[in-house]
Nanobody
Framework: VQLQASGGGLVQAGDSLTLSCAAS????????MGWFRQAPGKERKFVAM????????DYDDSVKGRFTISRDNARNMVYLQVNSLKPEDTAVYLC???????????????WGQGTQVTVSS
């Protein structure tokens, strides 16, 4: 599975973005999809995940109520709607595909290259 994340940018606090993850190579519905983020000098952290059918989602507490993960299996796409952005949301956002519904990065088999989100105060 090849993953390509896009949609990041430089925004102000309170703004919104829609991050997209395009998948190719295999049917996306077979995979749990996750979004992670990594700030400079820090470890990669879980943001959100969604199961293969899109019927179950999970979020880190820091983004709950502000971020929404969704998927369109027919288009092999996964999205992360990010609202009410804060400076502490600044990071590279990466999408990942795995076969297990876990929050930990090492459970994911495939990774995209990431898209930068920078939030100014």
């Amino acid at each position: 599975v090849q993953l390509q994340a896009s949609g990041g940018g430089l925004v102000q606090a309170g703004d919104s973005l829609t991050l997209s993850c395009a998948a190719s190579g295999r049917t996306l519905s077979s995979y749990v999809m996750g979004w992670f983020r990594q700030a400079p000098g820090k470890e990669r952290k879980f943001v959100a995940m969604i199961n293969g059918r899109g019927t179950s989602t999970d979020y880190d507490d820091s983004v709950k109520g502000r971020f929404t993960i969704s998927r369109d299996n027919a288009r092999n796409m996964v999205y992360l709607q990010v609202n009410s952005l804060k400076p502490e949301d600044t990071a590279v956002y990466l999408c990942a595909a795995g076969t297990l519904y876990y929050r930990v990065p090492y459970k994911y088999n495939y990774w995209g290259q990431g898209t930068q989100v920078t939030v100014s105060s």
